[in-house]
């Protein structure tokens, strides 16, 4: 058995609110003897413009309806323009540089992990956090955080695991009315069912989100997080027939077959909030979707996948590390509310375990912020006076509207967003003062992490005049 009986949880979830009421870190536990449920919903390389809610030309209405049913972020950021810092990030609540994860094809291990891609034990997972309080914990899809024992998701703070370690394949070949390219190559070591090997049963994402909602209403009595992580619409180009139909007006066969995964991606979204719904849980469910990082450009077959942005993932430009970003909690958060300021992935853990009734959540050595406040208008300042990314040699810093963008030595670029999200015009010489502010917040970051990580692979951009090469 993966999951603790519900007799047993709800032992453990009263003996923790009884815990949290003495301690008096929680003002509302006496008004609610249950906090919300948590669902992050999670896609892998979906761009910015891949949503219609951010101008997208593919049709995602339960996105869509998600975005508006609660707040939508315009400048929200994955801590990584790849998958797999930027889900360390995610799942800790941490710059990943703290402990060494920078790249995903770095030359040498995190600190204290036995691998490249593994997240080590001494850093605590959002899953712990949550299982700590009480909360039944599900991981559903991609981990990518490492497999063996001891950084098994079952080893990270969850109950419940139904997923892969990394890529895999979304179909059987043998299947009737499945379209795909020919890039159908991948390291794929199947789907897993806790440490046991699972069949794929139906189209990948389909049979995804059916596990998503199995836990949802196994459940539906006590709190849960789920941590639904899909692989759409990364690579293998791979869809059934039901999705392909959809997009009978796109003639290119590897933009129509991408255009349906993304589709498929969005029926997934909208079958787990309906079944909140029908449940009766979606006024005590807290609800965040959102991307590691932005769409590839391998992917972006028309241009418009990252639109407005600049770039794609594996780079800092905007298109590779802004993503969808959205959150509804009705009841408690405002519904049609867009939200401008600049925030990041790292700021899901406290303001998570801010839902879930933990006092101080913007502590906990953490490096986000309990968004709450901000987004119920108690409090009008910036929740992030710098943001920073930095992937080898390059590096970006994000103050305000303000974006610097440094590449090796020597290249400085100042971008205003707000009027720019194109990064096409460098004020930096307009604004030295700021340039020197922001690289001396750089610096100051940057002498609590760990060294720069060197990549085994590296790809070059080439946008507004600039060649600079990348390390992933």
């Known amino acids: 058995m993966q999951t603790l009986p519900v007799s047993s949880r709800g032992s453990r979830f009263l003996a923790s609110l009884v815990l949290i009421v003495l301690a008096g870190g929680v003002a509302s536990a006496a008004e609610d003897a249950r906090f919300p449920n948590v669902v992050l919903l999670f896609a892998d390389d979906l761009g910015y413009g891949s949503v219609s809610c951010n101008g997208g030309s593919i049709p995602t209405p339960n996105i869509d ?14 801590t990584a323009p790849v998958c797999n810092p930027s889900r360390a990030g ?3 609540g941490r710059y990943q540089q703290r402990w060494g994860k920078e790249l995903n094809s770095q030359t040498e291990p995190p600190i204290g992990a036995p691998g490249r891609g593994t997240l080590p034990r001494s850093q605590k997972t959002i899953g712990a956090a949550l299982k700590a309080q009480g909360y039944a914990t599900g991981a559903i899809g991609k981990w990518h955080m490492g497999v063996s024992d001891g950084h ?10 139904f997923g ?6 979304y179909i059987n070949h043998d299947w009737p009315g499945v379209h795909h390219t020919m890039d159908t190559k991948k390291d794929d070591r199947g789907l897993m069912r806790g440490r046991a090997p699972a069949p794929l049963e139906e189209y990948l994402t389909d049979q995804l989100t059916r596990e998503g909602i199995a836990f949802i209403k196994r459940h539906r009595d006590e709190p849960f997080f789920l941590y639904l992580a899909h692989y759409a619409p990364h690579t293998p180009l791979q869809v059934t027939d039901k999705y392909y139909q959809r997009f009978p007006q796109i003639k290119s066969e590897p933009e129509r077959i991408y255009a349906a995964m993304i589709s498929a991606l969005d029926d997934g979204i909208g079958a787990v909030m309906d079944t909140l719904d029908k449940e009766g849980l979606l ?12 769409a590839a450009q391998y992917s972006d077959f028309d241009g418009s996948r990252n639109h407005p942005l600049t770039g794609h993932k594996r780079n800092l430009y905007e298109g590779g590390i802004r993503i969808p970003f959205a959150v509804q909690w009705r009841g408690v958060l405002p519904a049609g509310k867009v939200y401008e300021k600049p925030i990041s992935s790292l700021d899901i853990f406290p303001t998570v375990l801010a839902a879930a009734g933990v006092a101080g959540a913007d502590g906990h050595d953490l490096d986000g912020r309990n968004l709450l406040p901000y987004l119920k208008g108690e409090n009008n300042g910036d929740p992030h006076e710098y943001l920073f990314w930095r992937s080898g040699p390059n590096a970006v810093v994000r103050k305000g509207k303000w974006k610097l963008l440094m590449a090796g030595e020597d290249l400085s670029r100042l971008y205003s967003l707000d009027e720019d999200p194109g990064e096409a015009k460098d004020l930096s010489q307009e604004n030295a003062g700021l340039v020197k502010e922001m690289k001396a917040a750089f610096a100051k970051w940057n002498e609590q992490m760990v060294a720069p990580r060197a990549s085994s692979r590296t790809v070059d951009t080439n946008y507004n005049g600039d060649t600079i090469k990348w390390h992933i």
Not at 152 to 161: A, K, S, T, V
Not at 164 to 169: C, D, K, P, R
Not at 283 to 294: A, K, M, P, Q
């Open 283 to 294: 006024e005590n469910t807290l609800v965040i979707f959102t991307s590691d990082n932005g």
């Open 164 to 169: 892969m370690a990394s890529g895999t394949s």
């Open 65 to 78: 309806a998600l975005a508006a049913g609660g707040v939508r972020f315009t400048d929200g950021y994955m």
């Open 152 to 161: 098994h998701p079952l080893d990270r703070g969850f109950d419940y695991f």
């Open 90 to 92: 995610l799942l800790t």
